[in-house]
């Protein structure tokens, strides 16, 4: 199969070369499209590569009807509808490393070309003005730089403002006092970055509790003269709160390599003196674009070859030595899944997911989500995936659960889906066997040892001289052969099951001919 790749904005041609090169892969360059454009041709696009300058909207995703994956070549991804994708079932990867340096290096530019007023002197002497008064800056050795966000980019600011002599200020909701010290910095809550700092520069994303996280009051909070840095995103920082409080004086200067609105051609803020600005430059350099390049378009190679991916953003991240371990469950997750639906015939209300002895040390989530996914998809179909599984369930009002226990009752690992109805307990449970793969071996309290493929037909019966006989001989009739059989039961006489393995795909006369039968209560047919 070749997968079609669209790359809409402008990437290192190093890093586009891999998928240039893949057999499997079709890609078309074209960063010229309109958001019109982009929703009438995404259809036929099994990934999209995108920047900052793209915006992925709900819109263009819903025409995506072949979308798999959307790859960021960056950091940010708030131009991607992130609910949209998801709920599309579609992957969103970053590259969320490459350009750290590159934002650092360009916030601490312009952080020193603000504070000594670089870029207004130099087009002053552009403009034959040589003015040594008006262009007195201040020093940044021994004054406060409050950092807020202490991430990649926040960790990087800071290491190098310190070597500028520099006090550093931080907040960020993930830093302890601890950490911070390790950093040798100072620990502080927003207020305190605001109210103390003489230089402020934020590194969070832009998120709806960032939104205009500098605005008419945070200015208030902050001291006289202040200058301020946003090489982060636009709007984190207010823009018409941050010009009235240049107007005002109470902010000194500020330099902005975001903004609220990208691209634009007029912008009130550039009107400003104390105010510098690049178009969005953090990134570009030769450097970061042929890395970021590189990671999302690997990412976008792996994920289409039947891979896992390095960074995904709406799928929590697995580490390689981790995903290695969990890998041969999988199958193992989804078959159960898969399976158990077929018993439970009402509404699923809840679903436990017990991982025992082995399964018990690992990371589980992948599992919890290919469980889910075997789960809905007999209903649900294609349309359920790795990413979308839980969302779906959770919109489907199913709550999910996941158990750890070392107890595997024999096994050196076991897996064991439950699932809740409103008048019902199903449950089903496997193994993954060394050299042999997965095998289920308990379907309710039923001990049973199979392998989960094929056509299937679970019997539920009385325990009963014949029944076996009758079942066997109907089968017969209608040339079904029987590949393995297993019976078990809960007392003489009892409840028991019979699991079958037979070489095709029964018609529901056949199965509502068995149901007949008076020993046998319920009959069910899986084909996985
Ligand atoms: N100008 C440019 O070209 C570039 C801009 N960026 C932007 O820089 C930002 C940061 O990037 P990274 O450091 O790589 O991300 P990161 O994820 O490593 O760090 C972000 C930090 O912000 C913190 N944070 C979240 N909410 C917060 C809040 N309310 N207050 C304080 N901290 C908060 C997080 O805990 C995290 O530590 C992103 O928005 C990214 O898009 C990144 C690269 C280039
Ligand atoms: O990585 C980020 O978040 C950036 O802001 C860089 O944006 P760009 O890829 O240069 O459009």
Same mark, same amino acid.
């Given at each position: 199969?070749?997968?079609?790749?669209?790359?809409?904005?402008?990437?290192?041609?190093?890093?586009?070369?891999?998928?240039?090169?893949?057999?499997?892969?079709?890609?078309?360059?074209?960063?010229?499209?309109?958001?019109?454009?982009?929703?009438?041709?995404?259809?036929?696009?099994?990934?999209?590569?995108?920047?900052?300058?793209?915006?992925?909207?709900?819109?263009?995703?819903?025409?995506?009807?072949?979308?798999?994956?959307?790859?960021?070549?960056?950091?940010?991804?708030?131009?991607?509808?992130?609910?949209?994708?998801?709920?599309?079932?579609?992957?969103?990867?970053?590259?969320?490393?490459?350009?750290?340096?590159?934002?650092?290096?360009?916030?601490?530019?312009?952080?020193?070309?603000?504070?000594?007023?670089?870029? #207004?002197?130099?087009?002053?002497?552009?403009?034959?003005?040589?003015?040594?008064?008006?262009?007195?800056?201040?020093?940044?050795?021994?004054?406060?730089?409050?950092?807020?966000?202490?991430?990649?980019?926040?960790?990087?600011?800071?290491?190098?403002?310190?070597?500028?002599?520099?006090?550093?200020?931080?907040?960020?909701?993930?830093?302890?006092?601890?950490?911070?010290?390790?950093?040798?910095?100072?620990?502080?809550?927003?207020?305190?970055?605001?109210?103390?700092?003489?230089?402020?520069?934020?590194?969070?994303?832009?998120?709806?509790?960032?939104?205009?996280?500098?605005?008419?009051?945070?200015?208030?909070?902050?001291?006289?003269?202040?200058?301020?840095?946003?090489?982060?995103?636009?709007?984190?920082?207010?823009?018409?709160?941050?010009?009235?409080?240049?107007?005002?004086?109470?902010?000194?200067?500020?330099?902005?390599?975001?903004?609220?609105?990208?691209?634009?051609?007029?912008?009130?803020?550039?009107?400003?003196?104390?105010?510098?600005?690049?178009?969005?430059?953090?990134?570009?350099?030769?450097?970061?674009?042929?890395?970021?390049?590189?990671?999302?378009?690997?990412?976008?190679?792996?994920?289409?070859?039947?891979?896992?991916?390095?960074?995904?953003?709406?799928?929590?991240?697995?580490?390689?030595?981790?995903?290695?371990?969990?890998?041969?469950?999988?199958?193992?997750?989804?078959?159960?899944?898969?399976?158990?639906?077929?018993?439970?015939?009402?509404?699923?209300?809840?679903?436990?997911?017990?991982?025992?002895?082995?399964?018990?040390?690992?990371?589980?989530?992948?599992?919890?989500?290919?469980?889910?996914?075997?789960?809905?998809?007999?209903?649900?179909?294609?349309?359920?995936?790795?990413?979308?599984?839980?969302?779906?369930?959770?919109?489907?009002?199913?709550?999910?659960?996941?158990?750890?226990?070392?107890?595997?009752?024999?096994?050196?690992?076991?897996?064991?889906?439950?699932?809740?109805?409103?008048?019902?307990?199903?449950?089903?449970?496997?193994?993954?066997?060394?050299?042999?793969?997965?095998?289920?071996?308990?379907?309710?309290?039923?001990?049973?040892?199979?392998?989960?493929?094929?056509?299937?037909?679970?019997?539920?019966?009385?325990?009963?001289?014949?029944?076996?006989?009758?079942?066997?001989?109907?089968?017969?009739?209608? #040339?079904?052969?029987?590949?393995?059989?297993?019976?078990?039961?809960?007392?003489?006489?009892?409840?028991?099951?019979?699991?079958?393995?037979?070489?095709?795909?029964?018609?529901?006369?056949?199965?509502?001919?068995?149901?007949?039968?008076?020993?046998?209560?319920?009959?069910?047919?899986?084909?996985?």
């Amino acid at each position: 199969m070749i997968f079609n790749v669209l790359i809409a904005d402008p990437l290192s041609e190093d890093g586009v070369q891999p998928l240039r090169e893949s057999e499997d892969i079709n890609i078309e360059v074209n960063t010229d499209l309109t958001d019109a454009d982009l929703i009438q041709r995404i259809g036929k696009f099994d990934g999209l590569i995108v920047r900052s300058q793209t915006k992925v909207t709900r819109e263009i995703i819903q025409h995506a009807d072949n979308l798999k994956i959307i790859g960021r070549a960056g950091v940010g991804v708030d131009n991607i509808d992130l609910d949209a994708a998801t709920e599309r079932g579609i992957i969103v990867v970053n590259a969320p490393n490459g350009n750290t340096n590159s934002a650092a290096e360009h916030t601490m530019a312009m952080l020193m070309s603000l504070t000594r007023n670089i870029p #207004q002197a130099f087009n002053a002497l552009k403009n034959n003005e040589w003015n040594r008064k008006k262009y007195v800056g201040v020093e940044v050795k021994n004054k406060t730089l409050g950092v807020i966000g202490l991430g990649r980019i926040g960790t990087e600011v800071s290491s190098r403002a310190k070597g500028q002599r520099l006090n550093i200020i931080a907040y960020d909701p993930f830093l302890t006092e601890e950490k911070a010290d390790n950093l040798g910095i100072r620990f502080g809550t927003v207020e305190d970055v605001l109210r103390e700092a003489d230089f402020i520069t934020v590194h969070t994303p832009l998120l709806k509790e960032t939104k205009h996280l500098l605005n008419k009051e945070a200015f208030q909070m902050m001291k006289d003269g202040v200058q301020i840095v946003n090489c982060a995103r636009g709007g984190i920082i207010d823009e018409d709160a941050l010009y009235e409080a240049i107007q005002s004086g109470k902010v000194a200067g500020a330099a902005m390599d975001v903004f609220e609105e990208e691209p634009f051609l007029d912008n009130k803020l550039l009107e400003l003196p104390e105010v510098i600005a690049t178009p969005h430059l953090g990134a570009s350099t030769v450097e970061a674009q042929e890395n970021v390049a590189v990671d999302v378009c690997q990412d976008v190679i792996r994920f289409l070859t039947g891979d896992s991916v390095r960074n995904p953003v709406n799928l929590p991240s697995v580490p390689q030595e981790i995903m290695y371990k969990i890998e041969p469950y999988f199958m193992l997750a989804e078959k159960l899944g898969n399976f158990l639906i077929h018993l439970a015939d009402e509404v699923i209300e809840e679903v436990n997911i017990y991982y025992a002895g082995d399964l018990n040390e690992l990371e589980v989530a992948p599992l919890t989500r290919n469980t889910v996914k075997g789960l809905l998809q007999r209903h649900l179909g294609d349309h359920v995936n790795d990413v979308n599984a839980l969302f779906l369930a959770e919109q489907k009002g199913i709550s999910v659960h996941e158990n750890k226990t070392s107890r595997a009752k024999g096994f050196t690992n076991l897996l064991t889906v439950e699932v809740k109805t409103k008048s019902a307990v199903r449950s089903v449970a496997g193994t993954l066997l060394n050299g042999l793969g997965p095998r289920i071996v308990k379907v309710d309290h039923y001990s049973v040892d199979f392998t989960p493929a094929g056509h299937l037909v679970v019997i539920h019966h009385q325990d009963q001289p014949g029944v076996i006989g009758k079942m066997g001989s109907m089968l017969a009739r209608n #040339q079904v052969n029987i590949a393995t059989m297993q019976v078990d039961r809960s007392d003489i006489g009892g409840d028991a099951i019979m699991m079958l393995t037979i070489d095709r795909h029964p018609e529901q006369e056949l199965l509502d001919q068995l149901h007949e039968l008076d020993e046998i209560n319920d009959v069910t047919a899986i084909d996985l």
